[in-house]
């Protein structure tokens, strides 16, 4: 166990923190690890365009980078933000065990809101066209940056109030007091879970996040990120997805939806299937979804999104 295992990293608070997780598990197996935190785009000295090597994700295209040059040897990421298609020469190495999926309501004042009218601040389509879906005379307002950005930001507007992923806020100590467990809103597909990658052709590092690996996290993830990929949805898309297992009935409990941005159109595919249905699972419920007015829905959203 002689090689240092670079991990990168982005810089916010919440990624430094799923980077220390996995560098106090490796340093645990006994590896040597440095931590190296990419702050921008750096110099892209490749060979090819990044399309040519498929990298595409606004918040994962840094350090898919910083690998393919060598300076970092693996990268911890919030899963439900890595695209379902990896860059060539880089794969999943490991999920971590998945923390709390549901998405928060974090309000200022009274709900009475709830009942009226209101505005709740998002900056996920998922989010917003769900809000809308339940709550149609309530304003939606986007919502930019980082989990600690977010809530300044909420701090400092008149919003009735925002929604957060809880993970993000229970992993850096922001969940406030007071706040409402939306479990009616279906989740990002691969929300609350951690991917961590490498190069294909590294095996040292490969070998090192095995041990990391948590195989029901891991199925489920694949199941939900299936299922996105199926609609040709990318990480911005008005699509949510769970999947658990039920280790009493051996069954997955999936559900998965599309909506239209405006909330007005909801097609959702819920219900439980066995577990040796796994592998094809997500591809079977976007079918359902797509035979079912998704194919119309989604080229809309993506006209819609082109806009
Ligand atoms: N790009 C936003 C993002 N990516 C991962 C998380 C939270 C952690 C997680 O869902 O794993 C968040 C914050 C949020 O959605 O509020």
């Known amino acids: 166990m002689s090689k240092t ?24 197996l006994g590896y040597k690890t440095e931590i190296i935190a990419v702050k921008s785009q750096g110099d892209i000295i490749l060979d090819k365009p990044l399309y040519e090597l498929g990298i595409t ?40 065990e998945r923390a709390n999926t549901v998405d928060l309501l974090i309000h200022k004042g009274n709900l009475d809101f709830l009942n009226s009218y209101g505005t709740i601040a998002t ?14 005379n309530h304003k939606v307002v986007d919502l930019r940056g980082n989990v600690n950005t977010r809530m300044q930001k909420l701090q400092d507007n008149e919003w009735n109030g925002a929604v957060f992923a809880a993970a993000g806020l229970e992993r850096i100590n922001l969940k406030p007091d007071t706040y409402i467990n939306l479990d009616w ?26 041990e990391l690996n948590h195989v029901e996290t891991e199925i489920c993830t694949y199941i939900e990120r299936q299922f996105l990929r199926t609609l040709e949805g990318g990480c911005t898309a008005p699509i949510g997805a769970l999947a658990s297992y039920n280790e009493n ?58 806009k």
């Open 5 to 28: 295992i670079r991990i990168g990293t982005r810089d916010s608070e919440l990624a430094l923190w799923q980077a220390h997780t996995v560098q106090k598990k490796l340093n645990g």
């Open 57 to 96: 994700g606004i918040f994962t295209k840094t350090l898919d980078i910083a690998m393919i040059n060598g300076q970092v040897d693996i990268a911890v990421h919030s899963m439900k933000d890595v695209p379902t298609a990896l860059p060539i020469g880089i794969v999943q190495a490991a999920v971590l």
């Open 123 to 136: 900056g996920s389509l998922r989010r917003q066209a769900q809000w809308l879906h339940k709550y149609p």
């Open 185 to 210: 809103m279906i989740p990002a597909p691969a929300q609350g879970a951690m991917m961590v990658v490498a190069m294909a052709d590294d095996a040292f590092s490969l070998e090192a996040l095995s």
């Open 249 to 306: 009935t051996d069954e997955i409990h999936f559900q998965g939806a599309l909506f239209s941005i405006d909330g007005k159109q909801k097609l959702v595919v819920e219900r439980k299937y066995d577990i040796s249905e796994w592998k094809k699972l997500g591809f079977n419920a976007a079918k359902e979804i797509l035979e079912n007015g998704g194919t119309e829905l989604m080229a809309e959203i993506k006209t819609q999104l082109k």
